[in-house]
């Protein structure tokens, strides 16, 4: 997308250092969006989010559906997409949380759709 400089997947929201997916500890499967907020907007990002990920149903601490904010005004916009959310479902499972410690995932999980593109240049799922 048009704004966004780097994506890397990884760990964050947890305690405990240094999660690995084979030992992800009290951490949650995430995604660094590093992006220029003259060109998109924290919003934008949400809205793709929104749109990718499934809030509906509850899941275990590795796969839960979070929002983590850097600042005030990400936070005001994170909890009113959970608003509009929860105005589409009774139920939204998805916490918003202040920025944490993250920790980059192992080599294969980076551009993982990418790595799993077929021959016929469809997406493997």
Known sequence: MRGISRVVVGYSGGEEKDPTYQDIKDSTESVLVEFDPSIISFEQLLNEWSG??????????QYRSAIFYSNDEQ???A?????QLAERSE????DVEPVSAFYR???????FLNKQRSGAGRWVR
């Not at 990718?52 to 601490?61: E, I, L, W």
């Not at 909890?79 to 608003?83: F, T, Y």
């Not at 139920?91 to 998805?94: G, T």
């Open 52 to 61: 990718m990920a499934s809030p509906f149903y509850p899941q275990k601490t």
């Open 75 to 77: 936070q005001k916009a």
């Open 79 to 83: 909890l009113n997409k959970i608003k």
């Open 91 to 94: 139920n939204v499972f998805a």
């Open 105 to 111: 995932a192992e080599e294969y999980h980076q551009n």
